[in-house]
């Protein structure tokens, strides 16, 4: 779909205020196209095409978080899930590998503190995909993760995490998903002054806000330290006894999705990632 047919639409529902706008293309990602409106009164919007579930579950998830002032608002979603209009949010999307303990320490208390448990949603995973439980979510995403990382990691490292998804005590506490951003990495932060200002394009997921946390965590690879995810980990909402083994366990989980992400988009990183794998595979050893 043409953006100035996208435009002319907007005028005509009073979205924007008339068609002599600016337009800007920005990054997209690998599927997504984005515009950037630009109006006179300064008022900023972006525009988003992609496949029509990609959008409604975008929408989805940016409707129920509209008061959250990290995420954008959702300004308008095309019936026909075409498009979607949200807020534009000033910042840099510039990681600067500094301050990551402040950094999720704000998208604890800003973003994942905010998210909703959804009583009446029995499923959880990726919307439109979703498994009958967290373990089944995570199992899966762990075959798909294993077969990158053989010749990196031992059949015995590959079968410790997949033990470690496999702990019924692991999923206790977890008696209905909340719906979580889903890919909280620090490729979709927004920063102002250093700090962490918005969070950006969602892929909603059904399930455990730790998981959140511990993908932000484990998206770049400094300072994957234990005083820096306990930090965090400790201003979760509902997260205040969870015990040391617990959550390396976590840790190690979303170290070894990471590092198959990591393959595929950032292979020159994998050398720090490998280091903090004998970090915290020790660390889930040593209890």
Request: proline share 3%.
């Amino acid at each position: 779909m043409d953006i100035r047919e996208i435009i002319n639409e907007l005028t005509v529902k009073q979205i924007i205020s008339d068609t002599s706008i600016q337009v800007v293309p920005l990054s997209g990602g690998t599927s997504s196209e984005v515009f950037l409106l630009l109006e006179r009164d300064h008022h900023r919007f972006v525009v988003k095409l992609n496949e029509e579930t990609v959008l409604s579950a975008e929408a989805g998830f940016l409707q129920n978080y509209q008061s959250v002032k990290h995420f954008p608002d959702l300004v308008y979603q095309d019936p026909a899930n075409r498009y979607i209009v949200y807020t534009f949010l000033q910042g840099s999307t510039n990681y600067t590998r500094r301050h990551k303990k402040k950094m999720l320490k704000i998208l604890v208390h800003e973003a994942i503190n905010h998210y909703k448990k959804e009583e009446d949603h029995a499923k959880w995973g990726w919307l439109g995909e979703e498994k009958d439980s967290w373990r089944a979510f995570l199992h899966g995403r762990i075959e798909e993760t294993s077969g990158l990382l053989q010749g990196f990691l031992s059949v015995e490292d590959i079968q410790y995490v997949r033990g470690l998804v496999d702990q019924p005590e692991r999923y206790s506490y977890l008696d209905a998903p909340f719906l979580i951003h889903g890919d909280c990495g620090v490729h979709n932060f927004l920063f102002n002054d250093g700090d962490l200002s918005g969070v950006i394009d969602p892929t909603p997921i059904y399930g455990d806000p730790l998981y959140d946390l511990i993908y932000a965590f484990c998206s770049s690879p400094d300072d994957l330290s234990r005083e820096t995810i306990e930090c965090a980990a400790a201003e979760l909402n509902g997260y205040h006894a969870i015990c040391g083994h617990f959550l390396y366990g976590e840790v190690l989980i979303g170290l070894f999705l990471r590092m198959g992400t990591c393959l595929i988009h950032h292979p020159n990183d994998l050398e720090e990632y490998m280091v903090a794998w004998k970090y915290w595979k020790n660390a889930c050893q040593d209890g």
